[in-house]
């Protein structure tokens, strides 16, 4: 018990007061409607989005005739189905499923005890540590953005869903080098930085998060993989 409560709660603790802390310096100083939202109203008026609209462009193109070729799918549409699809992906019960499914392959291939728990392990600590802080931290969601999905009634501070996927895609690059698969040298970047940074950017551009919520989000994420790879995936011969 004792280690436990030295390596995993102790900490835990501390980066929940970290994280709370950091949160309610963030809307002391920026206030509820902070200069950082000012480039993400930019970049969605810049797509044809006004706060008030479902999705749809400020200007609708007129009707095509039946003798016009359509033209390809436009950025705007283009961009907006790769973000709901990183945003869904992100989701509660697609990550507890997510997650849970991990561990099965993981023991599937590898019968290792302590790699099979890794991926649970990572996300149950970075949500023991997001529901901690944003309950002390109380963030609303930006301001006079447009955002097509309702969210959900925590703290925008810090992005549940980018912590969450920080620390599970990392946790997942962490068991591919831990027993050796070929192609990690590829497959870990796209998994510690190239799918959570779209999770990220994804919050961001449907108005769901100010950016300084993912950046916390991002450094949980990693900080709870951190704890995981040194308690579990870094001592010790796998055990079976």
């Known amino acids: 018990m004792r280690p436990f409560l ?3 709660v102790v900490p835990g603790l501390g980066a929940i007061a970290v994280l709370a802390a950091a949160g309610r310096v963030a809307r002391l100083v920026g206030g509820d409607d902070p200069v950082e ?4 109203r930019a970049l969605q008026a810049a797509f044809g989005h006004r706060p008030d609209d479902d999705g749809a462009p400020l200007e609708p193109p007129a009707p095509l005739e039946p003798s016009e ?3 390809p799918t436009e950025p705007r549409e283009l961009l907006d189905r790769v973000t709901s699809s990183l945003s869904w992906y992100s989701g ?4 507890i499923a997510n997650g849970a499914f991990w561990c099965a392959v993981t023991w599937w291939l590898t019968r290792d005890r302590r790699s099979t728990v890794a991926p649970g392990a990572a996300l149950a600590l970075e949500t023991a540590c997001f529901v901690g802080s944003a309950a002390l931290v109380g963030r609303p969601r930006p301001l006079g953005v447009w955002r097509p999905e309702q969210p959900h009634a925590t703290s925008s501070f810090p ?3 980018t912590a969450a996927a920080v620390a599970l895609h990392t946790t997942l690059a962490d068991l591919l080098d831990r027993h050796g698969v070929r192609g990690a040298r590829v497959l870990g970047p796209v998994l510690r930085y190239g799918i959570p940074g779209g999770v990220a950017l ?8 100010h950016i300084s919520d993912t950046v916390a989000g991002a450094l949980l994420g990693r900080w709870s993989a951190a704890v995981v790879r040194r308690e579990l995936l870094s001592t010790g011969r796998p055990l079976r």
């Open 159 to 161: 992005s549940g869903h």
């Open 6 to 8: 030295r390596s995993i």
């Open 202 to 209: 994804s919050r961001i551009y449907r108005g769901q998060h």
């Open 37 to 40: 939202d000012r480039p993400v």
């Open 92 to 95: 509660v019960p697609q990550t």
């Open 69 to 71: 070729p359509r033209e």
